[in-house]
């Protein structure tokens, strides 16, 4: 993602790190998510699921910035992005 | 539980069966009126936009009869009474979402003032030409509950009386009056409040999240889930199944089917309501409903007077028909006369149940005035023959 | 104790306290839109933190009036074009609730077309979705009245050469007083205008457009639903309160989306309740939904 300018606040903002989580038995294989997230962290990945789709996977964890894109786009309710900070402390309270 | 007091004009009036059957929906406790303007029904809508406004009711003029039967049901589904009234035309474009009433089995009460068809036909005339188009006008098979009443009092009563039986057994219940009676202005006398026994809806008394909208037993009628209390129930008019989701298959559709058939069937001695005279011992029966029936009285009187041992069978309720009690009438007597204003409709039906046992004969007639006594003694007179 | 993230945290979509899962997979076709706009729907709901016993869903027949039954809320299929009416009946009964319809082009606009038209000069309370696909999906792409010239169906194999509605001037003519149009590719924009939607009083409408691949995007040789989500992504205009005269929609041109009309009018219920006040004067008590009678 490229800024047209650059934001006076830059040094103050911290990029949010998502972690995305697919429901591959939901999905349809339209392609939305691969085609329209900003930090193309997926891709269709080869193998099929019991409908005969191909799902996405993600080809480059660590890179989601948690924009909800995908979750939003998504017409099968199958992908969806969870904050990192919020799972591990939720990991952190259940534990 | 009683009508309330607020609702009913208790005390003698002079009325015509319209506006009697606008009084007898505001005793039942009709809040919702959504109608569409068609002669000879109009008065009354024009009464109920007259009274609703001040006793907490909204009536409403929809853009057409589709959108008023569609707009009784969303109001009733939103746990108000809700009624329209109609005649032919817009009976036929009532006739889908009738069938979505059926199938959502939700309750509420449609009157049609019967007038001469078909098409526009004779709309300021009287007809009895769409009894049949009431047992079968929607598509699909279903039962229906259908009250003909014969004079401005009873148009008041069987009003109440079809809210009562649409919340009884959850569903839409006609009531197939005619332009005589419709506007025929007579003494109506309306009872006291306490005086009126009123049929509340029945709503499930389980928790949101337990409950579904169809609990079929095959014994009692599930009840109903109010709206806005967190049930989140889904309704279709689709196949569904008791949880009211869609199941495309033929065991989804037995079941289903099967429920709106039974409920009528299997409750029909509760449902089916006569008026009998002098029927035992008779050698001819005479039936009818509605205006008929007042026509058929002096032809009666007359065939009686000449020494013709004859009875007579008025229908209150025409649909569910009254199989049984036909049946074994006419194992007893030598013939059945129908007598309605058209040329054979419930005919059919009691002609069906007579299976043989006795002649069956109609004093048909095609619409625009009653029949006169002389026709009906003169079928009378054929049949003893 | 445990140190894996995976099994801590529940795998369940966000929107899953809106659907019912237990209705998932929905029938839709792969790469169709609508999925998206229950999706953009279920969103706004959450985010406007509207309490969800109190909003009642309504559709008519076609592929988007199966929403009806996904959407974990009290929800009604009805009949076909009659979504609008059974949803006034509705709201008039309980005029408490946020009564939404959630129905097609063909369904809301043609069969529907008079009660569309109808409610909205009333100005009830109501809040329309109208998808638009261009196409009657569900009976197998026939031509509707928002077919563009020259697009090809089932029923109109040589183009349909028939002016499609302009959907947008159609619901602000009659008195809408929230129009909106995006499409299902503007996922935000179209959740906010959901939100602005739901939080109007009056008529509020929302056209979405909506890829329709089987059908509509089969027909016509324009590839998948992915393809046109792209030519969404490359032909739509952005003008908000643009002139609606201007918003006609041609075959494979661009696309002009926005937030057209948000005006404030007194509803079906607030002129009632006025009218009623000055002829009765203070006997009158205002009209406010069921009498209670019922349980309600």
Excluded at chain 1, 44 to 73: A, Q, R, T, W
Excluded at chain 2, 80 to 96: N, R, W
Excluded at chain 2, 258 to 278: F, G, T
Excluded at chain 3, 262 to 272: G, H, Q, S, V
């Amino acid at each position: 993602m490229k800024f047209w300018r650059t934001p006076l606040d830059i040094d103050q903002l911290k990029i949010p790190k998502g972690d995305v989580h697919i429901l591959e038995e939901r999905c349809k294989g339209c392609g939305f998510c691969v085609e329209y997230c900003p930090k193309g962290v997926l891709k269709l990945s080869d193998k099929f699921n019991s409908k005969g789709y191909h799902p996405p996977v993600v080809i480059k964890p660590g890179e989601c910035v948690n924009c909800d894109l995908c979750e939003m786009i998504c017409p099968d309710f199958a992908i969806f992005c969870l904050r990192v900070e919020e799972v591990n402390k939720e990991v952190a309270s259940e534990s | 539980m009683k009508a309330k007091p607020e609702n009913v004009l208790t005390g003698s009036h002079y009325l015509d069966g319209n506006h009697a059957s606008a009084e007898g929906a505001i005793a039942a406790g009709c809040r919702f009126f959504g109608g569409y303007p068609i002669t000879p029904s109009t008065e009354i809508a024009e009464r109920i936009s007259q009274r609703f406004p001040r006793i907490g009711g909204i009536f409403v003029q929809m853009e057409d009869e589709l959108a008023s039967m569609a707009a009784i049901l969303g109001a009733s589904n939103g746990g108000v009474k809700s009624m329209s009234c109609t005649s032919g035309p817009g009976f036929s474009l009532m006739m889908e979402n009738f069938g979505l009433g059926i199938m959502m089995e939700t309750p509420c009460v449609l009157v049609n003032v019967q007038r001469g068809g078909p098409s526009t036909g004779l709309p300021t005339l009287p007809g009895q030409a769409d009894m049949m188009q009431a047992r079968w006008g929607s598509h699909g098979d279903y039962e229906v509950i259908a009250l003909a009443p014969d004079s401005p009092q009873e148009s008041f009563e069987l009003t109440i009386h079809a809210f009562n039986l649409s919340e009884k057994y959850r569903m839409p219940v006609l009531i197939m009056t005619d332009e005589c009676v419709g506007h025929m202005t007579e003494k109506v006398v309306i009872p006291s409040a306490d005086e009126i026994d009123l049929v509340e809806r029945k709503y499930t008394d389980k928790k949101p999240g337990e409950a579904w909208p169809y609990e079929w037993n095959g014994k009692s009628i599930p009840p109903m889930l109010p709206v806005g209390k967190g049930y989140k129930f889904h309704i279709t008019g689709l196949t569904h199944d008791e949880k009211g989701y869609p199941v495309i298959n033929a065991e989804a559709q037995e079941k289903n089917v099967r429920q709106l058939i039974d409920k009528v069937k299997k409750n029909a001695d509760d449902i089916i309501w006569l008026e009998e005279w002098d029927t035992d011992g008779a050698d001819i029966i005479v039936m009818s409903y509605g205006i008929s029936s007042r026509v058929a009285r002096p032809a009666i009187a007359k065939a009686r007077a000449d020494g013709i041992k004859i009875g007579q069978i008025r229908m209150i309720t025409v649909w569910p028909f009254p199989e049984k009690r036909i049946r074994e009438l006419a194992g007893k007597v030598k013939a059945m006369v129908m007598v309605e204003l058209n040329h054979g409709q419930v005919y059919l039906e009691m002609d069906r149940c007579a299976a043989g046992q006795c002649v069956t004969a109609v004093v048909g007639h095609s619409g625009g005035t009653v029949h006169k006594p002389d026709d009906i003694y003169k079928v009378i007179k054929d049949v003893v023959k | 104790m445990s140190t894996s993230v995976e099994p801590a945290v529940k795998k369940e979509h966000p929107m899953e306290k809106i659907l019912r899962m237990d209705r998932i997979p929905h029938i839709w076709c792969p790469t169709c839109g609508l999925g998206t706009v229950v999706t953009a729907l279920a969103t706004a709901l959450d985010e406007s933190e509207i309490d969800l016993n109190k909003v009642a869903i309504v559709s008519g027949i076609g592929c988007t009036g199966r929403v009806a039954g996904y959407m974990k809320l009290d929800s009604f299929h009805t009949t076909h074009g009659r979504a609008i009416p059974f949803a006034f009946g509705m709201h008039v009964a309980r005029p408490d609730l946020k009564t939404i319809v959630f129905s097609g082009d063909g369904d809301l606009v043609s069969i529907g077309g008079n009660h569309l038209i109808h409610t909205a000069r009333r100005n009830a309370d109501l809040m329309v979705i109208c998808v638009n696909n261009f196409i009657y999906a569900m009976t197998g792409g026939q031509v509707a009245p928002t077919t563009p010239i020259t697009a090809k169906s089932s029923t109109s194999p040589f183009g349909n050469f028939e002016h499609p509605f302009n959907l947008p001037l159609l619901a602000a003519s009659s008195g809408a007083v929230y129009v909106a149009r995006w499409t299902a590719l503007h996922i935000r924009r179209l959740t906010k205008a959901f939100k602005e939607a739901l939080n109007k009083r009056g008529f509020s409408f929302v056209e979405v457009i909506a890829p329709c691949s089987t059908l509509y995007a089969r027909r016509n040789k324009l590839g998948t639903g992915l393809d046109l989500m792209k030519f969404y992504h490359d032909n739509c205009v952005i003008k908000h309160g643009c002139d609606l005269k201007e918003v006609d929609i041609d075959y494979q041109s661009k696309i002009i989306v926005g937030k057209f009309v948000d005006i404030e009018k007194p509803t079906y219920i607030d002129c009632l309740n006025k009218g009623y006040k000055q002829v009765f004067g203070d006997k009158y008590k205002p009209y406010g939904g069921g009498d209670g009678n019922n349980g309600n």
